[in-house]
C-alpha cells in the first residue's frame, strides 16, 4: 500500500525559509511527475512546483527563483525548498505523486506571518 506523507511545515516570517520534505512508502511504477501544491484559505489548490520522471522542472510564476523542487531517489524523498517566503506563501502544502494513478499527502501547513 502506498503511503505519501509531507512535513516540515510551520510558522516563519517574511524573508525566512522552510524545507517541506515528501516521503513515499511502498512501490510506484512508471512515476511520471512529483509535484508540490498548495491551496490558500477560500482559494483553489495551485501548482507550486513539478518535477517529470525525466528530470524537467516547471515552478508557479510567483515562486521562480525563490523555491526549489528535488528528489533523492534513495530514500524515496522529495522536497520543496523554501527561500525569502512571503504572506501570499501561506497555505496548505500537499505532495502529488502521478503514475497510473494519482497518490496525494494529507498535506503540510505553511504560514508566513507578515
Known amino acids: 500500500q502506498v503511503q505519501v506523507v509531507e512535513s516540515g511545515g510551520g510558522l516563519v516570517q517574511a524573508g525566512e525559509s522552510l524545507r517541506l520534505s515528501c516521503v513515499v512508502s511502498?512501490?510506484?511504477?512508471?512515476?511520471?511527475?512529483m509535484g508540490w501544491y498548495r491551496q490558500a484559505p477560500g482559494k483553489q489548490r495551485e501548482m507550486v512546483a513539478r518535477l517529470s520522471g525525466g528530470g524537467t522542472t516547471t515552478y508557479a510564476d510567483s515562486v521562480k527563483g525563490r523555491f526549489t523542487i528535488s528528489r533523492d531517489n534513495a530514500r524515496n524523498t522529495w522536497y520543496l525548498q523554501m527561500n525569502t517566503l512571503k504572506p501570499e506563501d501561506t497555505g496548505v502544502y500537499y505532495c502529488?505523486?502521478?503514475?497510473?494513478?494519482?497518490?496525494w499527502g494529507q498535506g503540510t501547513q505553511v504560514t508566513v506571518s507578515s
Open positions: 502529488n505523486i502521478n503514475s497510473i494513478i494519482s497518490y
Open positions: 511502498g512501490t510506484i511504477f512508471s512515476i511520471s511527475t
